[in-house]
């Protein structure tokens, strides 16, 4: 298919980028650092981190790091909600010559151990909150080095002793743990900062992070992406803002984790090649503190997904919110929901701009085009990336045609950590990306998803792999087979339901749901569990996930019964 959305290109966006620009995400860190070094570059906590001070911890880091007799190219993972910790680690682990493993801190401990396992991980840095979780599978995983840090451990005292006091002692957030050889990460700053360091130069190939990725075999894989993914991807973004963005000027609301892919390139590093200040909001399901946070903070720029703009937009002081410096809001992770960006351009006089992305593409695909009018549709593939709807044969198809969208540029992922086979499952030899959404494009080169191949499900923007919770739900006792779908919820965009047939009545719902919520993170638990005699199966005994899904439409229809329930 020629590029057909080239010509819907407003002028300023070029139809290509030029990777050159940039030979690595730390060569897009250090011209800030160097540039900006009085900036603040992350605030949290009330506390600031400028350009200068990151530059000097990071290289403290690195220089422990390479002092551990560890190669380069070893993986270090990262367990941190967004605190300050968390850049002063992540460009550390870079400029040290290693790979990122980014860790999500709700994972219980099986899912760490299985990461850690498969990424073969030798360092971990973890907020002491989560460390009991580590405790239990420590032993069977490859983790030699232990780096624990509490949430205020880089504010500046005495605040620092105010903060970690109240949430240890105060909110007891911290459950016991006991791990004889972890070191605190001041430790490791203070014996790096006496020791010799090499700069690492990586170069586009080079592997800069695994972002893990659920799979359709229940299994969470690594999706590699190199130095020049990231590069790519956060050129094609920055080239859609050309002109409205200001170097050295603006401020970014970061209410999305940074260990999750959108925010880590929207929001991160987006912030970084724009030398801006990202205001980093450790707990965004805390509205009331959130809104406050956008009251105080004079931002710019705020990335975000459907349930947090209709969270915000019903919650008491938002509508006391100053947007008048606000350049937009971009949502991704799931679709936005329109009744949701209707209510928010009423409120804010702002559109909601929305894009594509998976993992797989570092993550940016398709944005929609800033201040123009909310389309619902994904919008138009990003500089240098190719479009193409291809049905189960591989035969691309017309206008306004059902197929799955399939992807290719510079931002595709290298494959999967240590699984060829799923790699060339995923991209073909010409380096087309099977995206497993099923969509259309228009003449105008605006592309609609209509459906998803994979039964994947999008809760609250995090992906869900029913195969995942299935093998989970089939170890609790009265078990006899299950199947796991997503349906429509009007808060979450989409919610788990386990569909049980049981040995007996004694088995209840609440039983399936308390078992999951045992070895499974928060999201991924059942919210609703219905029992059954049967499931629909295929000839040769697959059961048929699609029969046990709300007809289409029921989505929208459930979404707009909520809405008139509450008025």
Request: one cysteine or more; charged letters at 20%; aromatic letters at 8%.
């Amino acid at each position: 298919m020629e590029k057909v959305w080239l010509k819907s290109y407003p002028a300023g966006i070029p139809s290509e980028i030029d990777m050159s620009e940039f030979k690595s995400v730390n060569d897009v860190f250090a011209r800030a650092c160097a540039k900006y070094p009085n900036r603040p570059a992350f605030r949290n906590l009330d506390s600031d981190l400028t350009y200068g001070e990151l530059d000097r911890l990071s290289r403290d880091f690195a220089a422990w790091l390479q002092g551990l007799g560890i190669e380069k190219g070893s993986r270090v993972a990262l367990m941190l909600p967004n605190l300050l910790q968390y850049p002063v680690v992540l460009f550390g682990i870079l400029r040290a010559g290693m790979i990122a493993v980014n860790v999500n801190p709700l994972y219980t401990a099986r899912e760490l151990q299985h990461q850690m396992k498969d990424s073969g991980a030798q360092v971990i840095v973890i907020l002491e909150n989560f460390a009991n979780v580590l405790e239990k599978v420590l032993p069977e995983t490859p983790l030699k080095y232990i780096v624990t840090t509490q949430a205020g451990d880089l504010v500046p005292l005495p605040r620092r002793w105010l903060v970690n006091f109240m949430v240890k002692r105060v909110k007891k957030m911290v459950p016991h743990w006991r791990i004889p050889q972890a070191i605190s990460l001041a430790a490791a700053l203070k014996r790096g900062r006496s020791m010799p360091f090499d700069e690492a130069e990586p170069g586009h190939e080079t592997i800069a992070l695994l972002q893990y990725t659920g799979g359709t075999t229940g299994v969470s894989k690594g999706a590699i992406l190199t130095h020049g993914n990231l590069v790519a991807n956060l050129l094609q973004a920055t080239a859609w803002v050309n002109g409205v963005l200001e170097e050295g000027r603006e401020v970014v609301l970061c209410a999305l984790p940074l260990y999750h892919i959108l925010s880590f390139t929207a929001n991160c590093l987006m912030g970084v090649k724009y030398a801006a200040l990202n205001h980093l909001i450790t707990n965004p399901r805390d509205l009331p503190v959130l809104v406050k946070e956008m009251k105080k903070s004079k931002f710019t720029v705020m990335v975000g997904v459907n349930t947090l703009y209709n969270g915000l937009l019903k919650t008491p002081g938002f509508d006391e919110v100053d947007f008048s410096r606000v350049k937009y809001f971009a949502g991704g992770g799931a679709a936005i929901h329109r009744a949701v960006a209707e209510r928010w351009h009423a409120a804010t006089n702002l559109e909601l701009l929305e894009g594509y992305g998976l993992t797989e593409t570092s993550p940016f695909v398709t944005l929609n085009l800033i201040g123009g009018p909310f389309t619902g549709t994904i919008g138009l593939p990003i500089p240098s990336t190719e479009i193409s709807i291809r049905d189960d044969d591989d035969r691309e198809m017309a206008f306004n045609t059902e197929g799955e969208i399939c992807v290719r540029g510079p931002q595709v992922m290298r494959g999967y950590w240590q699984r060829p086979d799923e790699t060339a499952a995923s991209i073909s030899p010409e380096g087309w990306l099977r995206t497993g959404d099923i969509g259309v494009i228009d003449e105008l080169g605006f592309i609609r998803i209509t459906d998803r191949k994979k039964d994947m499900i999008l809760v609250s923007g995090f992906n869900v792999y029913p195969n995942e919770i299935e093998s989970v739900i089939a170890t609790a006792p009265g078990v006899v087979e299950c199947a796991v779908v997503g349906v429509p919820d009007p808060v979450t965009g989409e919610a788990v339901k386990a569909f049980v047939i049981r040995e007996n009545t004694e088995l209840s719902a609440e039983a399936v749901i308390a078992h999951c919520r045992k070895n499974l993170a928060k999201y991924k638990v059942p919210k609703l569990v219905e029992f059954r005699n049967d499931l629909p199966k295929s000839p040769i005994g697959k059961v048929l996930r699609r029969e046990l899904r709300p007809p289409k439409g029921a989505g929208q229809a459930a979404a707009k019964a909520a809405e008139v329930a509450k008025g």
